[in-house]
């Protein structure tokens, strides 16, 4: 493009812009070809500018924060054994132990896991429990801090 050409489009721009809108409503079918033809060509960019723009905003971690903070009180919002209330100790149990097994027939595994959960009525099978009574009773079948709490050890040996 020429000097003169970009010195015309300066001035011009509310003109432009005025002729882009109007053009894009009287063809909604064209405009939705040429953005199907721009996304196909260009979806490498689309995507790393996505990224960029999560990671610099944080949205994702607000968002699945929100998320995991609903199911947490949809829950009850404590440990089940202990008691603790404190959100970041907080993780999802399965009752009678294969949780593996179980998200692997779900598919959902992670935070796509706690969607998961969000989206249907709570689950009879699934407790809150902290990290520390969650990994006693996977390890060694039983929570100190309630040592009625037992469950049977699913697999490997029994560790002493």
């Known amino acids: 493009m020429g000097e003169r050409q970009n010195c015309w489009k300066r ?9 882009r809108r109007k053009w894009m409503k009287n063809n909604p079918k064209k405009r939705q070809e040429y953005e199907r033809r721009y996304v196909k060509k260009h979806r490498a960019e689309i995507n790393a500018r996505r990224r960029k723009w999560k990671s610099e905003t944080g949205y994702d971690r607000r968002r699945n924060r ?3 903070e609903r199911v947490i009180k949809k829950y009850g919002g404590k440990c089940a054994c202990c008691g603790i209330r404190v959100f970041e100790f907080l993780s999802f149990d ?26 249907r009525p709570r689950q009879k099978n699934i407790q809150l429990l902290c990290h520390n009574c969650n990994q006693a009773l996977g390890h060694y079948g ?19």
């Not at 001035?11 to 002729?19: F, G, S, T």
């Open 11 to 19: 001035k011009n721009r509310p003109a432009m812009n005025l002729y």
């Open 66 to 68: 929100k998320i995991r």
């Open 94 to 119: 399965h009752k009678k132990g294969r949780g593996k097994q179980h998200r692997e027939g779900i598919l959902r595994t992670g935070q796509k896991f706690v969607i998961w959960l969000d989206k």
């Open 142 to 160: 039983y929570c100190p801090h309630s040592p009625k709490n037992t469950r049977p050890i699913l697999h490997g040996r029994k560790r002493v």
